[in-house]
């Protein structure tokens, strides 16, 4: 894909040229989102959860800033990124749209300058090293930055995320910082089609909330739960779903 460079504060980037990006049929975008809302409602529904309860999360990662306008002109507001270059440059394009931005990937040290000025929330806190730099970068003209911490549930060597042993450990540490506001986990478990294996993993995350809630009582949210498994996380007390092949179709 070509990139073109971003300039950003004296930061120099390359991201995706969103003019060579192919735009995404309107009436595709329009239908795929009805029926990703019909199946938050049908889960919600089974489990006796009111369908407002849970937050569609759009991961438009690799989209383009137009195909982002278009989503939110089709009500969708909250976006989620996984490329921080990329997703600062779809930002300042989208100034005059009331967004609200979540940062979802990998956290490297010496972006968190970036991610503490442009985004609204971040699910992938996963150290208190982390966590110190987004809350001494945070600026002061805008509210406390929401978080998640992210929790390693599956034990898998090559997923980011904090063990549930030391999780009381870094919520104490994090409870101090006047910057961010604790709001609760976050995880992305195994991958499995297996449907009772989905919600076995996503019960660890929701069993470890009540003990983030002793020490930070209004920690509300369990993020988890993609266009695979949505159904299961939703059953198990999702209160954000992050769904982005089923919105955007797979990424190009």
Not at 35 to 58: G, H, P
Not at 162 to 167: C, E, G, H, I
Request: glycine residues 6%; proline residues 5%; neutral net charge.
């Amino acid at each position: 894909m070509p990139f073109v460079l971003f300039s950003l504060h004296g930061d120099h980037f390359w991201l995706p040229n969103s003019a060579t990006m192919r735009p995404m049929n309107m009436q595709q975008l329009t239908d795929n989102i009805a029926k990703v809302r019909s199946r938050v409602r049908e889960s919600a529904q089974k489990c006796q959860r009111e369908e407002s309860t849970v937050s569609l999360l759009a991961v438009s990662k690799t989209r383009s800033a137009g195909d982002v306008r278009n989503a939110a002109a089709c009500g969708l507001r909250r976006f989620g990124e996984n490329y921080l270059q990329e997703a600062v440059g779809k930002i300042e394009a989208l100034q005059d749209l009331d967004l609200e931005w979540h940062f979802i990937g990998p956290i490297q040290s010496n972006k968190t300058r970036l991610i503490a000025t442009h985004f609204d929330w971040v699910h992938s806190v996963d150290r208190e090293k982390i966590a110190r730099r987004l809350n001494e970068q945070r600026p002061e003209a805008l509210p406390p930055l929401n978080i998640c911490l992210q929790v390693n549930i599956s034990a898998e060597d090559s997923k980011s995320g904090v063990v549930p042993d030391a999780l009381g450990e870094l919520v104490e540490a994090i409870s101090k910082m006047t910057r961010l506001r604790l709001r609760g986990l976050m995880a992305i478990p195994a991958a499995t089609g297996d449907a009772d294996q989905q919600r076995a993993n996503f019960a660890q995350l929701r069993q470890l909330l009540p003990q983030v809630q002793q020490q930070v009582p209004e920690a509300d949210t369990l993020s988890m739960g993609m266009s695979g498994d949505m159904e299961a996380a939703i059953a198990e007390g999702a209160t954000i779903v992050r769904i982005g092949t089923d919105l955007f179709g797979p990424r190009g």
